[in-house]
T-cell receptor, first 115, second 112 residues
Framework: DTGVSQDPRHKITKRGQNVTFRCDPI?????LYWYRQTLGQGPEFLTY????????KSRLLSDRFSAERPKGSFSTLEIQRTEQGDSAMYLC?????????????FGPGTRLTVL | DQQVKQNSPSLSVQEGRISILNCDYT??????FLWYKKYPAEGPTFLIS?????DKNEDGRFTVFLNKSAKHLSLHIVPSQPGDSAVYFC???????????FGKGTHLIIQP
């Protein structure tokens, strides 16, 4: 399977714990995006990388959130001191650079439940 | 402030007929528009896109129309099939931002 993959698919944690999610993009894509989706809403943009550089962050990305893409391949999204409001589906997407197509291809998501 | 609006939460269409899903946007800096389809427990799947320099793009059963003056786009599916039952999201990009802005989605139900 050469699509975007995410791990884990589901995560249940207690409030105050830290969690980390991983995303592996389509191999030839140099852009990688993180989104969050809550019930009844469309995906909301969080941040994106071009290669290893983090180029844009949404105001939704509070100080408790951090994302990395150390070698320009896979990415991790960490949430520290989780809160119940962090419960959502976290989606990763990848794309080619601008000029080669704006289409973003999504992974299956990681569903986070904070108890 | 919702910049991309899908005002119909759900739409029911008979199999074989045309499905028309609508989307409105408020940000005139958006210059690229996309439609995604989503099944439960899966990520969104890219369907079709259109640049602001065009007013129509077609791919098989799917056609997207863009009316820039009205800030409106629509997705036509002809003929509708049972496998088309899903949530459809309209998304837009532009204004120098590369993150997509999504609508809330329309749940399309194809009736046999």
């Amino acid at each position: 399977d050469t699509g975007v993959s995410q791990d884990p698919r589901h995560k249940i944690t207690k409030r105050g714990q830290n969690v980390t999610f991983r995303c592996d993009p389509i191999s030839e894509h140099n852009r990688l995006y993180w989104y969050r989706q809550t019930l009844g809403q469309g995906p909301e943009f969080l941040t994106y990388f071009q290669n290893e550089a983090q180029l844009e962050k949404s105001r939704l990305l509070s100080d408790r959130f951090s994302a990395e893409r150390p070698k320009g391949s896979f990415s991790t999204l960490e949430i520290q001191r989780t809160e119940q409001g962090d419960s959502a589906m976290y989606l990763c997407a990848s794309s080619l650079a601008p000029g080669q197509g704006y289409e973003q291809f999504f992974g299956p998501g990681t569903r986070l439940t904070v108890l | 402030d919702q910049q991309v609006k899908q005002n119909s939460p759900s739409l029911s269409v008979q199999e074989g007929r045309i499905s028309i899903l609508n989307c409105d946007y408020t940000n005139s800096m958006f210059d690229y528009f996309l439609w995604y389809k989503k099944y439960p427990a899966e990520g969104p799947t890219f369907l079709i896109s259109i640049s602001s320099i065009k007013d129509k793009n077609e791919d098989g059963r799917f056609t997207v129309f863009l009316n820039k003056s009205a800030k409106h786009l629509s997705l036509h599916i002809v003929p509708s099939q049972p496998g088309d039952s899903a949530v459809y999201f309209c998304a837009a990009s532009g204004e120098g931002a590369d993150g997509l802005t999504f609508g809330k989605g329309t749940h399309l139900i194809i009736q046999p």
